[in-house]
């Protein structure tokens, strides 16, 4: 099992830049992959970006080139620093975590986000 802490969200304007930040309660080298998913009422949950334990990366279509997922390995937690952001980026966004075993994927709390225009 894996807990997952998230901060960093909060009120911004266009243009602005926000640091996500997931604290995870193990090593993030024994997660096989951690990344983070954002949520608005009525709507599906939405993969935002992820990285593996070996590091590779993967970012959803619309936040190419502004959103950068990272890790610091000695605290046990990845990152998402968000620049220029836009309104339809406003969301709870949701830190996950999936295990090598194959089971459930582990979440946090979720953190707002909210852009104003």
């Known amino acids: 099992q894996v807990q997952l802490v998230e901060s960093g969200g909060g009120l911004v304007q266009a243009g602005g830049s926000l640091r996500l930040s997931c604290a995870a309660s193990r090593s993030i080298f024994s997660i096989k992959a951690m990344g983070w998913y954002r949520q608005v009422p009525g709507n599906q949950r939405e993969l935002v970006a992820a990285i593996s334990s070996g590091g590779n990366t993967n970012y959803a279509d619309s936040v190419k080139g502004r959103f950068t997922i990272s890790r610091d390995s000695p605290k046990n937690t990845v990152h998402l620093q968000m620049n220029n952001l836009k309104p339809e980026d406003t969301a709870v966004y949701y830190c996950?975590?999936?295990?090598?075993?194959?089971?459930?994927?582990?979440w946090g709390q979720g953190t707002q986000v909210t852009v104003s225009s």
């Open positions: 996950d975590a999936e295990l090598w075993d194959h089971g459930p994927h582990y």
